[in-house]
């Protein structure tokens, strides 16, 4: 019966044990009708079988032409391997469908262009890996009536679980899409809770449907671990596969595949999707093919490194990759070094090879000859000197970008921290937006040559673009460096001013009152922009000061366009009564700029009460250098008196007149710190309405939108790109000047 078992086929195991896979035979038929309903085969129906039968693409050859009256021939392996005599059997023989692997595919499309005869060849399979665009238009254009299918699909899913069908002409700039799931299968992307993702976000793909196996031979355990029970039916046999591959839905539906998760890795605390990368390297118009590994410079150094093909001909510059790469993702994404390659190693079944490729030698963790300026100063060679040792490479020049050269925020503290001590200057770490090359820092670094004071409230984040400027405030604590990914996915065209905290220095007085800061960070933005209409926004405890900004503006006569909230509700109207000693402000400190970071910090309340407070800030320091990142006490002492300063202020909002507001809701609870459970009992009721209490502030109804991560998280990637599109889409109706 269709329940009976049709066969049982190996797959390699991550242990080493292959596995074997028990397919049935409604599983079988389920694949076969869908393929037949995406792809009809027509009056006259010529197959070939090329596959070992090791392979399960070899049941889809079989039976593809046989259930439905074809004609199948089964070749010998000289004449598939050899792209020249393949196409001659395809042509000589009128062959009609056929599977072609990746790696056969450009030859074999150069040889079908050279035959003189009838190309009959009007339905192709291909998979396994991501495939180039223009070579499937090659295919594409030797027969009108070509349909290339791409089709994906573990062998536990029975043979592909998605289809996307070349019928057309296409036009993808991304890599080409696994399309949607065959007709009786369902596809989910999750997170790691089993909750979907939004679109555009990576998630693991799990499927479920007609043709998920029976399970593993002999393997219950593994079985039961790795086909669940389907959360999405409320049927109970339902089950669901988890892949262990990572993709995302595209906007118009199709599904494109990133990888394995395996592939994920972790470097600086950021989770990092390598597909990810690799699908962005895929739409340059240069690339044939890439591939992204990590390379191990020392134990405790990962880096990122991009083996790039080239098309025939061409010469592509690192500076050129790192410029395209750097539009597109955060800095921890764009890869230290890109090596150019005539081809990437492939493994016997067709894969890219990147076992073989992290075992090759990489030295070019630098910019092309064409852009190095040596350093020119006694300082700038100075800072060189600094910079080499920070990022672990051999020169820097004085134009080269910190964050081109792979720093981050860690980093960043670490190279302020050695030029504090090395010039005696001690600067925040927003100043390396405005110094970013060796350079500017040191102009920044220099009174003659300065202008700029770095502990100014105004920061540019992203100074150049056309349109209206978005203005941003930053949660308690009062540091705007992580709002960098933020301002980078709005686009280069969209300038983007931070406003941190006065008082970060450690020798000015902290605002103690939102009103104060308001009026002071309004002076601030007026000198970029002198006149409304105004684009504010605040994440956290800043969306309370942003509300202020904007009642004061309007009391001025001028237009507030639009305020951004990011995560947080209505100022509560009476003081939270928060009465700390300073080991708990401590704490409480360590474990925000932890979440910020990506990192645990184990920092002890019970320990820090035992200490005199100079001990206690001493404590804090040794484990946050323990971590990279070596914050001086000075800095620790000013950004506990701000984040202090901050939840202490009792800010009850009088007479707003109404402007237009868009909330922005994480959809994750995050780990909260002491005060951020204090503010959560607040905000509990609050939350109980859908605008979170915004709606008696706002012109209209509150737009509100939900976004990926938690309250810190929703900032980082890959949740800040989707953050990122919505507040493109609100912020479209008033950026025109």
């Known amino acids: 019966g269709p329940a009976n078992l049709a066969y049982v086929i190996y797959t390699s195991g991550s242990t080493g044990q292959p596995k074997g896979v028990m397919i049935e035979h409604h599983n079988v038929l389920a694949m076969l009708q869908g393929f037949e309903h995406l792809a009809p085969s027509g009056q006259s129906l010529i197959g070939t079988s090329v596959c070992p039968f090791s392979f399960d693409v070899s049941v889809w050859e079989f039976f593809s032409n046989l259930c439905f009256g074809g004609t199948l021939h089964i070749l010998r392996p000289e004449h598939f391997g050899n792209p020249e ?33 009838h190309i009959a060849l ?53 890599r080409t899409p696994i399309g949607t799931p065959v007709l009786g299968y369902e596809v989910y992307l999750t997170d790691f809770n089993l909750q979907p993702v939004p679109i555009g976000v990576p998630g693991e793909l799990h499927i479920s449907g007609a043709g998920v196996a029976r399970g593993y031979l002999n393997r219950p355990d593994l079985t039961t671990e790795k086909f669940i029970k389907n959360p999405f039916s409320d049927n109970p046999k339902s089950r669901l ?39 962005l390297l895929t739409q340059h118009p240069l690339v044939t093919e890439n591939a992204v590994i990590v390379h191990e410079a020392s134990q405790t150094d990962k880096r990122l490194v991009a083996y790039i093909v080239p098309h025939q001909g061409q010469v592509i510059e690192n500076t050129a990759l790192r410029r395209f790469l750097t539009e597109r993702l955060p800095d921890y994404m764009v890869p230290s070094a890109f090596v150019t390659k005539e081809n990437l190693p492939l493994t016997p079944n067709g894969k890219i090879d990147r076992r073989a490729l992290s075992q090759l030698s990489v030295s070019n963790y630098q910019l092309s000859e064409k852009t190095f300026v040596a350093p020119r100063t006694p300082d700038e060679e100075l800072l060189a000197g600094i910079w080499a040792s920070v990022l672990g490479i051999e020169r820097v020049g004085v134009h080269d970008n910190f964050f081109d050269l792979g720093g981050h925020s860690l980093l960043a503290v670490s190279l302020l921290a050695q030029i504090e001590q ?57 540091n705007v460096i992580y709002y960098h990914q933020l301002a980078r996915h709005l686009g280069q065209g969209q300038p983007f001013y931070g406003l941190q905290a006065v008082g970060l220095d450690g020798e000015t007085a902290p605002d103690t009152r939102v009103e104060d800061m308001a009026a002071r960070y309004i002076q601030e933005i007026q000198t970029v922009q002198s006149q409304g209409p105004y684009l504010l926004g605040g994440h956290s405890f800043g969306g309370w000061i942003a509300l202020e900004m904007s009642k004061q503006l309007q009391l001025k006569g001028e237009k507030v366009a639009r305020l951004a909230i990011f995560d947080t509700t209505v100022p509560f109207n009476q003081p939270l009564g928060i009465d700390w000693d300073e080991a708990q402000w401590i704490t409480d400190v360590a474990h925000i700029v932890g979440r910020l970071l990506g990192i645990k910090l184990e920092v002890s ?59 922005f809701k994480a959809n994750e609870t995050p780990l909260v710190s002491q005060t951020g459970a204090q503010m959560e009992t607040f905000s509990q009721q609050l939350k109980q309405e859908s605008s979170w209490g915004w709606g008696q502030y706002a012109d209209g109804s509150v737009d509100i939108h939900v976004v990926p991560g938690d309250h810190h998280t929703m900032m980082n990637q890959p949740n800040v790109q989707v953050l990122a599109e919505k507040l493109k889409v609100c912020l479209a109706q008033v950026l025109t000047v």
């Open 85 to 117: 005599h393949f196409s001659s059997y395809l042509v000589k023989n009128l062959v009609t469908c056929t599977y072609i692997p990746p790696a056969l595919l450009s030859d074999l499309a150069t040889q079908l262009e050279k035959q003189s005869g």
């Open 422 to 478: 090395q010039f005696g200057k001690h600067l925040p770490l927003s100043a390396l937006f405005q110094g970013a090359t060796i350079a500017e820092l040191a102009r920044l670094l220099n009174p003659s040559t300065n202008s700029i004071d770095p502990w100014a409230p105004l920061v540019a984040i992203q100074a150049n673009g056309s349109k209206r400027p978005f203005f941003c405030l930053p949660g308690a604590g009062g």
């Open 605 to 663: 309340y019970a320990e820090l009460q035992q200490l005199e407070t100079q001990a206690q800030f001493n404590y804090l320091h040794e484990i946050l250098e323990q971590n990279g990142w070596p914050i001086s006490i000075k800095q620790l002492r000013a950004l506990v008196k701000i984040f202090k300063a901050n939840c202490q202020t009792n800010y009850m909002p009088q007479d707003i007149p109404a402007i237009p507001i868009s909330l």
């Open 122 to 174: 009007n339905r192709i399979l291909v998979g396994v890996e991501p495939i180039e665009q223009g070579v499937l238009q090659r295919f594409r254009h030797l027969s009108e009536n070509m349909c290339i299918v791409n089709g994906y699909g573990p062998t536990e899913t029975t043979i592909c679980a998605t289809f996307f069908s070349f019928k057309n002409v296409i036009d993808f700039k991304q």
């Open 241 to 279: 596969y988890k892949t262990g591959d990572l993709a995302r839905y595209l906007p118009d539906g199709n599904i494109e595949y990133l990888g394995r998760i395996d592939n994920q890795v972790k470097i600086r605390g950021f989770r990092i999707e390598l597909g990810e990368i690799e699908a």
